[in-house]
């Protein structure tokens, strides 16, 4: 560094020097030129006697020149000017303006030296554009025309090379051949690449070496080293120098960093960390159940170290599916079909991995696959029952009488202990119990005889429970198909009516009836029409059988009249000619209606044709008026009667067997029977104002019938009645007449509790209801009811 700058201050000195003695030089030939050529007139006459004045210009000028960052203590001297009309008296100025006239360049305005006051970057600016005049300093006229002149700057090495778009960064193939291309990097210079060596770059590597070179006139980087593995080393540093001067010493120079990363190619085969794998499964996981997970490592990155896996031989190819977890890259072995312990416990499988995408430039480093042993052992399960069939189906009569075999389903244990099986029918699969299974043998019967026409298919659960181990149970689907019996008459297809002219024609067909069965057509069964025998010999209709199930309507005879009958009703008999045979009588009818002479039906209603006579308009406005008289009197009589105070019947005051007695007073609930008695409504005290309380126990008793109240803690009901009864009767002061008597009393300690209704409903109780059964006829219905409802749940 040291170097080229002594250096640099050597050239300056001698371009300093060099300089001064131009400069000392120019104005002399400037002003000998210009002296030459300025303001000379040569007088020339011409033929006819005249003078032509020709004018040249007064300068010649040539490009000054002035070093750049000149730091001496002295102004520089870019040059000299001077004019022919310069006689040296001083009355000629001399006047410089352009770029940067008056604060970089000064011109002395009498002898015309031009000084750079300033120092001069040519990287700032390169040239500057003058205008230089001489005018008469008194007058200030011009002297000669103003003309412009350049200063250019001189370059000297004065900038170092720069890398502009640094540092940079580059991708490369691991693996690479020598001298592949890695990156180009470029340096500029400042200085002006048309003088001298300034900016003549030579590029060297600094770092890098020796995986990496560059090519000093390009910039090129390339490899420099073979077989380069990314999994060794990824990333490298590259220092890159750019020297101006050719590259020769004293030059200057500029460094920038190459950051350059290895990319992945498949150069790395798969490998199995470990020769062989043991896995192990339970006999009672289904099929796409995971068994175990392998893996093959690819130091390889992205799609160049995927891996694919396959079984290439082995005894469990068809039991076990093996696939590839694409985010760990592992071989993932699953369940194609369950195991069983007990027919096999051992598997051996063969595994392949290879790669998926195989680089062909490296296919002689291969095989890019490797191979390992996988053992999957069964491990045993308590399984359920297994049914021989998946699914059963059977056939049974219509109308089969309970207790007829359905079929048979068998279930077995297939663990090694072969625990025996219970069979059930699932209440929900069959709620209203059509069927039964033994428990034991799997023999499916009916419960009660079956309706095709209700339900032709009956679709239910058989489950088999082993018995012993963890009680495990499978079911399978049984269907019932409840085969037709004829069992149904046939019966017209529609109900509607049939309308026939009353100027219909004999032979002509009014109607075509049709039949439906809710059995089964057997092929070529077909319905048989015919008129039933007991109107076989109507002289009004006819019918035909088409001998297709259906049968056609004829009218016999002429002329229908709507007055006379207007409704026929004709019984047909349908026979469906079915095993055995059923038939049905059905009544078809025939409604008389009034058509046109195209037969289009006018009215099917009976008509009045016979009007009342002897009825003139005046007799019925006669009755209409008697009528309205007669519905006044009656609201008026109505409105009468309502304005009466006092009743139209009168009764007697002392007979009181029918008043209503409305009172407001409450009881105090079950076990209070004194709180209130009927009694004192007739009872004459109270007329007489003597009220008795009715809160509390009176203090008259009146004596009780011989035989007193039964003991409290019996259970004899009947008798208690009986008793409340004699004591009713006896009493002085009880109603005279019909009345209500209420018996709250149920006997303390009785263990039936509440005979109510209203809580039997909501109450589980666990009471045995037997003893009802000894209460006595009365309580018989109790007992019936309680019994029953046992009974039932029992059965359930």
Not at 228 to 249: C, L, N, P, S, T
Not at 517 to 522: F, H, I, L, Q
């Amino acid at each position: 560094m040291w170097e080229g700058l002594g250096l640099q201050v050597f050239l300056m000195c001698l371009g300093a020097v060099l300089y001064s003695a131009v400069a000392a030089s120019a104005p002399l030939e400037h002003s000998h030129r210009r002296r030459l050529s300025l303001h000379r007139h040569r007088e020339r006459t011409g033929k006819e006697g005249q003078v032509l004045h020709r004018s040249k210009r007064g300068w010649v000028w040539n490009q000054f020149f002035v070093i750049e960052e000149y730091t001496g203590p002295d102004p520089v001297l870019v040059g000299r000017l001077h004019s022919d009309v310069d006689a040296g008296d001083g009355n000629c100025k001399y006047i410089l303006s352009g770029e940067g006239a008056g604060t970089i360049f000064v011109i002395d305005d009498k002898t015309g030296n031009i000084h750079a006051t300033k120092t001069l970057d040519r990287e700032e600016q390169a040239q500057y554009t003058l205008t230089a005049q001489a005018v008469d300093r008194a007058t200030n006229k011009p002297l000669e025309p103003p003309s412009e002149f350049i200063v250019k700057v001189q370059d000297i090495n004065d900038n170092p090379p720069e890398f502009l778009h640094g540092p940079y960064y580059a991708r490369v193939p691991e693996m690479s051949n020598v001298g592949t291309s890695v990156m180009q990097v470029t340096a500029t210079d400042a200085d002006d690449p048309t003088y001298g060596n300034s900016a003549r770059l030579v590029y060297s590597i600094l770092q890098g070496q020796p995986y990496f070179s560059v090519e000093p006139q390009t910039g090129i980087i390339r490899t420099a080293l073979p077989n380069m593995d990314r999994e060794a080393r990824q990333e490298y540093d590259v220092v890159i120098q750019a020297k101006d001067m050719g590259g020769h010493m004293g030059g200057l120079s500029g460094t920038t960093e190459v950051k350059i990363t290895l990319t992945d190619v498949n150069d790395n085969p798969p490998k199995f960390p470990q020769s062989v794998y043991s896995m192990s499964v339970s006999e009672d996981k289904v099929s796409g159940e995971e068994v175990g997970r392998l893996k093959a490592k690819d130091p390889d990155l992205g799609e160049n170290g995927l891996v694919s896996y396959r079984f290439i031989e082995g005894d469990g190819m068809t039991v076990f599916e093996i696939t590839t977890d694409t985010d760990t890259r592992e071989g993932v072995i699953k369940l194609r079909k369950p195991v069983d312990f007990e027919t096999k416990r051992a598997y051996t499988l063969r595994v392949e991995a290879s790669n998926t995408h195989v680089d062909p430039r490296f296919i002689a480093w291969g095989p890019y696959k490797d191979t390992a042993t996988v053992k999957v052992m069964v491990e045993d399960a308590d399984e359920p029952p297994a049914f021989l069939a998946t699914s059963y189906s059977f056939e049974v009569e219509e109308n089969a009488h309970d207790g007829t075999v359905v079929g048979r389903v068998h279930a077995k244990d297939t663990d090694v202990a072969n625990n025996p099986v219970r069979y059930m029918i699932p209440r929900y699969t069959d709620v209203e119990q059509f069927f039964s299974v033994g428990p034991e043998d799997g023999i499916i019967k009916t419960t009660r005889p079956l309706d095709r026409e209700t339900l032709p298919w009956h679709n239910i659960s058989v489950s088999a429970t082993e018995i012993g181990g963890h009680h495990q149970d499978t079911k399978v689907r049984v269907n019932i198909k409840v085969k037709d019996m004829n069992d149904n008459a046939p019966e017209f297809a529609t109900q509607n009516e049939i309308l026939v002219c009353e100027n219909a024609s004999p032979g002509k067909l009014i109607e075509t009836v049709s039949a439906v069965d809710k059995d089964e057509m057997a092929h070529r069964q077909y319905f048989h029409f015919s008129i039933a025998p007991e109107a076989v010999n109507n002289h009004n209709f006819s019918l035909k059988d088409n001998r297709d199930s259906t049968a056609s309507i004829y009218v016999t005879r002429r002329g229908f009249s709507r007055m006379t009958q207007d409704v026929y009703f004709l019984p047909i008999e349908i026979n469906d000619n079915g095993n055995p045979p059923m038939s049905s009588t059905n009544t078809l009818t025939i409604r008389v209606c009034s058509c046109d002479s195209k037969d289009t039906i006018l009215s099917c209603n009976v008509e009045p044709y016979i009007l009342p006579a002897g009825l003139s308009t005046g007799a019925l406005i006669a009755i209409l008026a008697c009528i309205v008289i007669l519905l006044a009197i009656v609201v008026l009589f109505v409105a009468l009667r309502r304005q009466k105070k006092e009743p139209l019947i009168v009764f007697e005051e002392e007979d009181i067997r029918e008043n209503i007695i409305t009172y407001d007073d409450e009881g105090g609930g079950e076990e209070d029977t004194e709180a209130f008695d009927i009694a004192t409504l007739q009872n004459p005290d109270g007329a007489n104002g003597f009220l008795p309380r009715k809160d509390i126990k009176p203090e008259l008793q009146y004596p009780m019938r011989p035989g007193g109240h039964p003991v409290a803690n019996t259970v004899d009901v009947d008798d208690f009645i009986k008793t409340r009864i004699n004591d009713a009767d006896s009493d002085p002061t009880a109603p005279p007449y019909d009345s209500i008597q209420i018996y709250g009393y149920e006997g303390r300690g009785s263990i039936a509790g509440s005979l109510s209704s209203l809580e039997s409903v909501t109450t589980d109780s666990d009471l045995d209801y037997d003893y009802l059964q000894s209460w006595g006829p009365r309580f018989k219905k109790l007992a019936d009811l309680y019994g029953t409802k046992d009974s039932a749940d029992d059965n359930s």
